[in-house]
């Protein structure tokens, strides 16, 4: 059964992101509706999968990153406007019988991403 995960890394720190908050929406055409609001736990993970069974489908979503607040939380003096706020990552799920994991490795000036396993 697929399913939908992420991570979080705080590469600036070396550490997981914890406490971070991220939201999960569903985007058809250009309208984006929100399924899930949470923070990562102490691991930098939504403490278990963002979506499974049958929420779990084909479609187009988007992952919002609230970076510039997670820094700022640990202290770090960020310009403002902050260089990244949030960071919005655009994916699509294919095949709803697979693991798509979508990691993030971030710093107040630079992210990357990938999709996992």
Known sequence: MGQLTTHVLDTMNGRPAAGMA???LRVEGDTAVELRRL??????????????????????????FEVAAYFQGQGV??????????????????????HYHVPLLT?????????GS
């Open 22 to 24: 991220v939201t999960l």
């Open 39 to 64: 923070q990562l736990d102490a691991d930098g993970r939504a403490g278990g999968p963002l979506l499974q069974g049958p929420d779990f489908t084909a479609g187009r979503y988007r992952l919002v």
């Open 107 to 115: 710093t107040p000036w630079a992210y990357s991403t990938y999709r």
């Open 77 to 98: 003096t960020l310009p403002e406007p902050p260089f990244f706020d949030r960071v919005p990552l655009d994916f699509g799920i294919a095949d709803a019988t697979q």
